[in-house]
């Protein structure tokens, strides 16, 4: 027969040779390539399961460091307002003290000058007794007789204690 008509006989044992062929890989080949089929439809699935659950963590992931990052920086506010707080009265005490150590040297010089003055004022009068004292000397020594000789000689002292 020809190319384009076959002829029984080879239809026959084509079928018979398909037939053999088809039984050893239903044996043989299907159920391992089913298998591998079955396998690889298995891990796909277990990775797109995998994949899905892995972005939702990262979600869970990226709300976490969210707040994380929002109480930082509420956390850093009142950081800095505490700072600030405690700046300021760090500073309110030092002007406090800075004031009453200013009282302190006021109420000292205060208390120097007042002692000192008691000082020049008693050295004053001790200079006054003694020249109360020297003119009275003087007076005594002289003995006038005459009351009007004796006021001319107080009154002289008495200038001369003025010019000095």
Not at 21 to 31: P, Y
Not at 63 to 90: F, G, L, P, T, Y
Not at 105 to 132: H, M, P, T, Y
């Amino acid at each position: 027969m020809g190319f384009v008509t076959p002829d029984y006989g080879t239809i026959f044992w084509m079928v018979i040779s398909f037939g053999i062929v088809m039984f050893i890989l239903k044996k043989f080949a299907w159920a391992p390539i089913l298998k591998a089929l079955k396998d690889r439809e298995i891990s796909i699935s277990e990775a797109l399961n995998s994949a899905e659950s892995a972005r939702k963590e990262v979600a869970g992931l990226i709300a976490s460091n969210n707040m994380i990052i929002a109480e930082a920086k509420r956390e850093k506010v009142i950081i800095i307002k505490e700072a600030r707080d405690i700046k300021d009265r760090i500073i309110a005490e030092a002007r406090v003290q800075a004031n009453l150590e200013a009282q302190k040297g006021i109420e000292i010089a205060r208390q120097q000058i007042i002692a000192e003055k008691d000082s020049a004022i008693s050295d004053i009068k001790k200079q006054v007794a003694e020249l109360s004292l020297m003119i009275a000397e003087k007076v005594i020594r002289k003995q006038l007789e005459n009351p009007k000789d004796q006021e001319i000689l107080v009154k002289d002292l008495l200038k001369d204690l003025k010019l000095k």
